[in-house]
């Protein structure tokens, strides 16, 4: 008899033990889930903070920015557009001192040298022979990315200038996008079949003003300029390129020659056209030339008949 009560006592202490061991571990369970539910919300507190944070970084440096623009001497900032200011700031990530500077050279270059009519039937010839075009397909980071086909330069049926404008037009037209302002562009320059006296063709002073206006005076970001199947005499331009160019800027032009493997490292094949080794259809430029067109034709599209620019 005491032997079963003492069985009895013993199976009661089990269950009850296991009951309350299966309470605590339903209640650790609960402040594990509680836990990970937190630090989820307190995640997404943060990333909200960052956001806001961000936001409200940028809209006080676009603020300070217009303000020091009032009080530059000598300089009317009633002329220039909302449009050139957002952009310089993105440029130059939101440094508003390097803003300003960019905003002030825009302005100028655009007042000063943008004075010939815009040519479109010259323009579209260009864009339709590849000088410029931009692929169907962004880079792995969201970027545009720009090509140029040199060969197809012809200095007695475009002239180099034709080229610079019809570069600025398309940089204006990606530019209407708010993304590409602040993810910058990539250009791919392939030099196939370049000729030593189309090299010779290129005029140095027109060289020189199309890197001063897009390093200094232009709001777009280069990230990258990669050069493909470069002949050795493509160097003299190299060599004008950087000697308008900050170390910086010079650090970020690469030279591949016919390894389109190394190009790769930085662009991938699903993103490029069979002739640059990528995995996409041969580009058409045509599509762009088109694109371009609309753009241009658009009264939305704010560019001035005269200058052919977005900017003024």
Known sequence: MVFRQSVQVIVYHHFHLSS??????????????????????DVEQEQRKGSKKKKDDYATSLSLLK??????????????????IVSCLHARQRNVDAA???????????????????????????????LPSVLDKKDQWGRPIIVVYANHWSPETL????????????????????????????????WTDFTFKQCM??????????????????????????????PWYVSGILTV??????????????????NLSTLHDHIPKECLPAELGGECAPHNPRVWAETMKGFLADDSSQVNDESGSLWN
């Open 201 to 230: 063709k290129i005029p140095a002073a027109g060289l020189k003003t199309l890197v001063h206006h897009f390093h200094k005076a232009y709001p777009v970001k280069f990230h990258a300029c990669h050069f493909v199947n470069q």
């Open 67 to 84: 303000t020091r623009l009032t009080l530059l001497p000598e300089f009317d900032s009633s002329d220039v557009t909302e449009e050139l």
């Open 20 to 41: 309350k061991r299966s309470e605590m571990n339903d209640y650790l369970d609960f402040l594990e889930v509680s836990k990970a539910q937190n630090e989820s919300l």
């Open 100 to 130: 300003l500077e960019l905003v002030c050279q825009a302005h100028i270059y655009n007042l000063t040298c943008l004075t010939a009519p815009l040519n479109e039937e010259h323009i579209f010839l260009a864009l339709e022979n590849c």
């Open 241 to 258: 390129l950087r000697q308008f160019t900050t170390v910086e800027e010079a650090s970020k032009l690469y030279l591949h020659g016919n």
């Open 159 to 190: 002239p180099f200038e034709i080229f610079h404008r019809a570069f600025t037009l398309t940089l204006d037209m990606l530019l209407m996008e708010k993304k590409n302002q602040e993810s910058g562009v990539v250009v791919v320059t392939d």
